[in-house]
Nanobody, 120 residues
Framework: QVQLVESGGGLVPPGGSLRLSCAASTIIFKALAWGWYRQAPGEQRELVAG???????HYAHSVKGRFTVSRDNDKHIVYLQMSSLKPEDTADYYC??????????????WGQGTTVTVSS
C-alpha cells in the first residue's frame, strides 16, 4: 500500500508562484513514475506533469515553461513548482503513482489533493 500526502496549496495572485509537495510512503519510490493531476470544478481530471525514474519529464501544453516537476529520492518527495500562475490554473491538484512509465499513468495510488486558487 502506498500512501501519498500532498501539501503546499493555497491562494495566490495571478503571476505568483507555489510549490506543491507529495510525500510518499513506499520503498520503491525511485523506480516509480509520478504524476501531478489537476481537476477544476466541472472539468475532467488532467495530467499536468509527470516524471519517471530516469527523471524524464512530461508537461501538459498549458503549463509548459511555467511548471517544473522534480523528485527527491532520498526524502521520497515529488515536487511541482508552479510559476506565472493564471486564474485557469485554479484546481484541486493530486499526486499519483503506480506505474513505471509516465505513459502508463494514472496508477492506482492517489493523494487526497491540495487546492490551488489563483485570484486577485
Amino acid at each position: 500500500q502506498v500512501q501519498l500526502v500532498e501539501s503546499g496549496g493555497g491562494l495566490v495572485p495571478p503571476g505568483g508562484s507555489l510549490r506543491l509537495s507529495c510525500a510518499a510512503s513506499t520503498i520503491i519510490f525511485k523506480a516509480l513514475a509520478w504524476g501531478w493531476y489537476r481537476q477544476a470544478p466541472g472539468e475532467q481530471r488532467e495530467l499536468v506533469a509527470g516524471i519517471d525514474g530516469n527523471n524524464n519529464t512530461h508537461y501538459a501544453h498549458s503549463v509548459k515553461g511555467r511548471f517544473t516537476v522534480s523528485r527527491d529520492n532520498d526524502k521520497h518527495i515529488v515536487y511541482l513548482q508552479m510559476s506565472s500562475l493564471k486564474p485557469e490554473d485554479t484546481a484541486d491538484y493530486y499526486c499519483n503513482t503506480g506505474a513505471i512509465r509516465i505513459g502508463n499513468l494514472p496508477g492506482s495510488y492517489w493523494g487526497q489533493g491540495t487546492t490551488v486558487t489563483v485570484s486577485s
